[in-house]
């Protein structure tokens, strides 16, 4: 039913909202992308940046809790908003499966994992019972689960931290998505499983040939793995592009701050991280103009009252970004903070140099320089 | 007096209707009477209720045999041993079940049951001789005979503390008992099988003939009692079924605290037995109930007798738009004991002024008012023989009592008299006051207190719950307790004997669980009580019994609260017929219809 | 598992001594009547007050008394006799047993298909006006004392004295062996009613419990396996949201078992609860005594059936 040719997944014009009693929630506000089949598209942000709501979205799990959602969602040619119930059903945990942050929690404690898989398989496939649990044990062991004959009938609390995301990807596996949604699935592991678990992906993706959408606030950890990385803020993408040049010649203020904070082996010594200052603005009550304004170092008045477009990059094909600094001048900025110059030092001097005054920003509490 | 209601209260207590109101759900008991039959003779009640249109609960020509007679009741049975049994309801059965030597008709007149006639009395008093009925049998399966050693067995029990029998120390005087403890006691012989002769140790003829009415002289087989009577407490007690009967019922099923089914004792006959009906072929009885409960579900119903008192909600309920299913009866006394064995209380003016400044009208408000029973005057109350000799309810007329709702200057006059001209208690002492902290208790001592307070004493106020006031206050003599406005007394047969001697008479004082609550020992009345107790002649002895009650008042041991009433319910249709002096319905007297 | 119920059982019994000593001390200590003097009669003579007493062997000091009875009770079941009415104590539980378990079980049974239902779907139609409906009946329910309700069941309902006439009243309790459709219809109201406030407390406890289950990440993990609701809810959700329900049950069975005085005295079920009462009104010692040790067993058996049971309900637990 789908066109080859076009993407398997899009995402037109998202919007979901949350009626509470205090205000109205603006978790996602207007965003679009897509994913090709095989591809990996990373999306990248703070917590309470919209990127998990999006992605439950599409597998029509926040629309029970009461949200309010427009735009659309084609996979394979249909719109997944205007799903029956029941067809959505069928979607979920079938060509559209997802994994989530903390293993332990998102397995049922009083199940076996080989009752929860089996329980998978059977959700959308018509076997035996006998035929589920072999199905289920190979499942088991193409996610390098050692011993699976025995393994599959052992409780969640019997496994590893890592195993049990393991066993949260063969359930995930079990009926051969398209497509395989990750929301932080190493956030609460260990550093060294961390990156098993990372490459696990990888490997069965070659193997199998599915796209996958991997959430994370870690931009470390998408490196090997994202072909497109999506930066989310405030309910809203603020730079698009391949991972390439995400990494090589990053557009956006909130980017920078992202790749500044992670560790690198190649760090020197005494150079210290440099966090972004500031918190998430609420969803409620949001800023004016470009959102990003009260944590960005750069912000000039005017951007408190324009709101940026997601506009392409000049002479960058496929880069887009949402900033209201001129092309150039972020140029600049990104060569100087990769030469280990520090936003402070930066804003001093653009603030100097520029006949438009920056905007006061409010420091949050001990950011360096934040003082008049 | 027997247990009532509450069992714990037994001994001594028993006194008294036990809070009778307090707990309505437990009940007191009681009563009989119907208040409207004042043909039963024995009592008149002068209390000023409008008692029409209550259930007529006397003996009628119209009642027929047969049927299934419906019983039910809050309290469940305590001892169904005739040795053993001591309590309202247990009368109740063993009076259906077994034949005491004489037996008190519903009116409380005396007549020989077991016995072919009245006592040959010696003139000295100590000898009795009776003759018993050849042809009673024993019921099934035992059918013999019943004979003068089955009743001398029965007495054997009564002194075996393994049977553990209530009063037959205090009635049964008889020579060598005391010390049998459950052989053959030496003062009783028999010198054939329906001959029983008593050799007691005192001038008590006549008065012993009176509590051979008590269910301890009921033949028991020894045969079948024997070897139940060597294990404490006896077996004979534990499954009534296996007894041998002699009444007009046997006891076909019984659980403790739940059901007891009589049926007919098929070798019992009314023209031997000569007084018990026996209208209702089979008698049901379904104890445990709730009392509110209950006393609806009797109410609602046709056939049913309830055996307990019913709750004062049911009871007002039942006063005003039920009247003919409702009897209210007299049923006992309640005073406020004054110690007179120690000070303040030992100067007789000072007991005289606290009385005269009473107001005794509000012991019978605390306690629901004239339902319940009305102002007292003297000792002997009106359900007991000798009410009527005593004078009623106006009594003897003394000043101090004269008063209900109290009297200031009589109290004066008796406080100068004591020896306090301004009229004010001017000593040191602080009166100890004891009572039940259950209700109407705490009012009653706040009455006490009261007028206590009016004449200037200083006064303490305890209150505990009733059993420990018996058994720890105002029965422990060491305790020297001052004032006991809590405590009642209710006869165990009816006769001024059982209504004033054990309360009252000097002799009766024992140092743990005594009755003489006073510790009133005045030999004046204890000769008056002992001469009276000598006297068989029935209007004689009611007389001496009456200037006896008199002397008592004169010495002014206790404030006379209230005479109680009770009261009962039944279906509509079911003839419920009362024993005025257990208070309680006769199930060998009342019918179906 | 094996050495842990073993482990498990000792501590019943050092528990059941115990109780067993607390009781017989209070009943010493804090002496409501003397039980001979009770026996005794009227002005007795002290002689017989002193039979009796060492017939009672109460003349013996506590530890002695409490000794012979404690050696009574385990080397032949021997719980002694009422001193009320000399009825063999044992004999007393054990044929009131009956009654009380079967009001027991009844109104378990009734209280979980009453009160397990409505917590569902409260909890699923959480704020809806059914869900506000139940919630506020099950307040009340929770409010209303045992003993009332049992009389207002009975003033509205019974066929005696009730001014509709649908049940059986108070008094009607027969053995279920001696006319089952009887037993059944005596108990009817007794169930209700005491299952009532326990039927409201489940609601709302498995209510709570399943609103918390629905916002656990494996309830999201099993939607997201594409599981209908039905399956969501009732398979997952439902299994966690129980299983500590399961303890409550447990204990409230121990204690019902124990006797359900109110209920037994206001229908005149004659269960364990009506004999404890009439024991502690007596001043009945071996009466009182008797049931308290039964009721503690079920308390304790059922605290520890509990505990097993909880180790299969939930693979986390595990006894060692």
């Known amino acids: ?372 | 007096m027997r247990p009532f209601r509450l069992t714990l209260t037994l001994v001594a207590a028993i006194a008294l209707v036990i809070a009778v109101a307090a707990c309505g759900s437990s009940g007191s008991s009681s009563s009989s009477t119907a208040a409207g039959s004042s043909s039963s003779g024995t009592s008149s009640s002068s209390s000023g209720l409008s008692l029409a249109g209550l259930a007529d609960t006397k003996q009628s020509s119209t009642q027929k045999m047969g049927g299934t007679l419906h019983v039910i009741s809050n309290e469940g049975w305590e001892h169904l041993d005739p040795g053993a049994s001591y309590f309202q309801i247990d009368y109740l059965v063993v009076n259906a079940v077994q034949t005491p030597l004489y037996m008190f008709t519903p009116q409380s007149k005396i007549v020989p049951v077991l016995a072919s006639g009245p006592p040959q009395i010696s003139s000295d008093g100590k000898t009795v001789t009776i003759h018993i009925k050849p042809n009673f049998k024993w019921s099934p399966p035992l059918n013999r005979a019943i004979t003068s050693k089955d009743v001398a067995y029965a007495f054997q029990r009564d002194f075996n503390p393994n049977v553990q029998n209530g009063y037959a120390a205090g009635y049964y005087p008889i020579v060598g008992a005391a010390k049998a403890a459950g052989k053959p006691i030496p003062g009783i012989s028999t010198p054939n099988n329906t001959t029983i002769v008593f050799h007691l140790t005192q001038d008590f003829g006549a008065t012993f003939y009176q509590a051979l009415t008590l269910p301890g002289s009921a033949p028991v087989p020894p045969e079948i009692a024997t070897a139940d009577d060597k294990s404490s407490p006896s077996k004979y007690d534990q499954n009534p079924t296996k007894q041998a009967f002699s009444g007009p019922y046997m006891i076909q099923s019984y659980s403790a605290g739940r059901n007891i089914t009589l049926v007919r004792n098929p070798n019992w006959s009314h023209q031997v037995d000569g007084l018990r009906p026996a209208y209702a072929d089979k008698i049901v009885w379904n104890a445990g109930a709730d009392a509110t409960v209950a006393a609806r579900q009797t109410l609602a119903s046709t056939d049913l007798l309830m055996a307990d008192g019913p709750p004062a909600a049911v009871l007002k309920t039942a006063y005003e738009s039920k009247k003919s299913q409702l009897s209210v009866s007299p049923l006992g006394t309640y005073y406020a004991s004054l110690n007179t064995s120690v000070p303040p209380f030992n100067n007789i003016n000072l007991r005289k002024a606290v009385i005269a400044a009473q107001n005794r009208e509000a012991y019978l408000l605390a306690r629901g008012g004239k339902l319940v029973g009305q102002v007292a005057t003297h000792f002997i109350y009106p359900e007991v023989p000798g009410y009527a000799q005593a004078g009623g309810a106006a009594g003897f007329g003394q000043d101090y009592v004269s008063h209900p709702t109290g009297d200031m200057a009589v109290a004066t006059k008796y406080m100068k008299l004591a020896g306090y001209p301004s009229g004010k208690y001017t000593g040191s002492a602080n009166v100890l006051i004891v009572g039940s902290n259950s209700d109407p208790g705490p009012q009653e001592m706040q009455i006490v207190q009261n007028g206590l307070q009016a004449l200037g004493f200083k006064t303490t106020i305890k209150a505990v719950p009733q059993q420990t006031m018996y058994s720890k206050f105002c029965g422990y003599v060491k305790a020297h307790i001052n004032v006991c406005p809590t405590a009642g007394w209710i006869e165990d047969f009816p006769d001024p004997y059982a209504a004033l001697y054990v309360p009252f008479s000097g002799k009766t004082i024992v140092p743990i669980n005594n009755v003489n609550w006073a510790v009133l020992n005045d030999p004046k009345v204890n000769n008056a009580l002992d001469s009276a107790a000598a006297i068989s002649n029935p209007s004689q002895r009611l007389a001496a019994f009456a200037q006896a009650d008199k002397a008592i008042v004169d010495d002014a041991p206790a404030i006379p609260e209230i005479w109680s009433s009770n009261a009962l319910v039944k279906g509509t249709q079911v003839h419920g017929v009362l024993d005025v002096w257990n208070d309680d319905w006769d199930l060998s007297f009342s019918s179906t219809s | 598992m094996g050495r842990y119920i073993i482990r498990r059982l000792l501590w019943v019994i050092v528990l059941l001594i115990v109780v067993s000593a607390v009781t017989f001390l209070i009943f010493y200590e804090l002496p409501s009547a003397d039980p001979a003097v009770i026996r005794a009669g009227k002005s007795p003579n002290p002689q017989l007050i002193a039979q009796i007493r060492h017939t009672l062997g109460l003349d013996k000091p506590v530890y002695v008394q409490y000794w012979r009875y404690m050696k009574q009770v385990v080397f032949h079941f021997d719980f002694g006799y009422s001193y009320q009415n000399s009825q063999p104590v044992r004999q007393e539980i054990f044929s009131r047993l009956p009654a009380t378990i079967s009001l027991t079980v009844g109104a378990v049974i009734v209280w979980l298909a009453i009160g397990l239902p409505i917590g569902i779907i409260s909890a699923i139609k959480r704020r809806s006006f059914l869900d506000r409906l139940t919630m506020s009946g099950a307040l009340l329910a929770i409010s209303a004392p045992v003993y009332w309700l049992g009389l207002v069941g009975l003033y509205l309902f019974a066929n005696d004295i009730g001014v509709v006439k649908v049940f059986d009243g108070a008094g009607t309790y027969t053995g279920l062996t001696a006319n089952p459709s009887q037993w059944f219809g005596s108990l009817l109201l007794p169930w209700l009613v005491l299952a009532a406030s326990f039927a409201a407390f489940y609601a709302r406890l498995l209510r709570s419990n399943l609103i918390e289950v629905m916002s656990e990440d494996y309830i999201r993990t099993a939607r997201a396996k594409g599981l209908s609701e039905r399956r969501v809810i009732g398979k997952h959700a439902v299994r966690s949201a129980i299983t500590p329900i399961v303890t409550v049950l447990g204990l409230d069975i121990g204690t019902l078992l124990g006797g359900a005085i109110l209920t037994e005295t206001v229908f005149n079920i004659p269960g364990i609860g009506r004999l404890a009462y009439e024991g502690i009104i007596n001043a009945d010692l071996p009466v009182i005594q008797g049931t308290v040790l039964f009721g503690a067993f079920f308390i304790v058996i059922a605290n520890l059936v509990v505990d097993i049971t909880y180790a299969f309900l939930d693979p986390r637990v595990r006894y060692s």
């Open chain 1, 1 to 372: 039913m789908s066109a080859n040719g076009g993407p398997l997944l899009e995402v037109s014009d998202l919007h979901v909202e949350f009626p509470t009693e205090d205000g109205v929630v603006h978790a996602v506000d207007g965003i679009s992308y897509a994913v090709q089949r095989g591809q990996t598209l990373c999306i990248v942000g703070e917590s309470g940046s919209g990127k998990t709501v999006s992605s439950l979205t599409t597998l029509g799990l926040t629309q029970t809790q009461g949200a309010q959602v427009s735009g659309s969602i084609t996979f394979e040619g249909r719109d997944l908003l205007k799903l029956s119930t029941n067809e959505m059903r069928s979607i979920r945990g079938g060509p559209i499966s997802m994994i989530f942050q903390d293993p332990l929690s998102s397995l049922h404690p009083f199940y076996k994992v080989g009752a929860q898989l089996i329980e998978a398989i059977q959700a959308h496939q018509k076997v035996s019972k006998g035929a589920a649990r072999d199905r289920a044990v190979e499942l088991l062991a193409l996610v390098k689960i050692p011993d699976p004959q025995r393994r599959v009938d052992q409780y969640p609390h019997e496994f590893s931290g890592g195993m049990r995301q393991r066993v949260m990807i063969a359930m995930a596996l079990s009926n051969d998505p398209k497509l395989l949604i990750a929301d932080e699935p190493t956030t609460a592991l260990d550093v060294t499983v961390q990156a098993q678990i990372m490459s696990l992906l990888a490997e069965l993706q070659q193997r199998l040939g599915m796209a996958i959408i991997l959430i994370t606030h870690d931009l470390g950890v998408v490196a090997e793995i994202a072909d497109i990385i999506a930066v989310m803020y405030a309910g809203r993408i603020v730079e698009h592009a391949p991972a390439e040049q995400i990494f090589g010649a990053p557009q956006h203020p909130y980017t920078w701050g992202l790749l500044k904070s992670i560790p690198r082996l190649d760090t020197p010594r005494g150079e210290e991280l440099v966090p972004i200052s500031g918190r998430p603005p609420s969803l409620i009550r949001r800023p004016g103009g470009c959102f990003f304004h009260p944590r960005c170092p750069y912000a000039r008045e005017s951007h408190t009252r324009i709101d940026p477009k997601r506009e392409p990059v000049p002479g960058d094909p496929g880069h887009e970004v949402a900033c209201l600094l001129e092309p150039d001048l972020r140029a600049r900025i990104w060569k100087r903070l990769v030469a280990g110059e520090s936003p402070d030092v930066l804003r001093r001097e653009l603030a100097a140099a520029s006949t438009a005054p920056l905007v006061t920003t409010e420091p949050a509490p001990g950011t360096p320089g934040a003082e008049p």
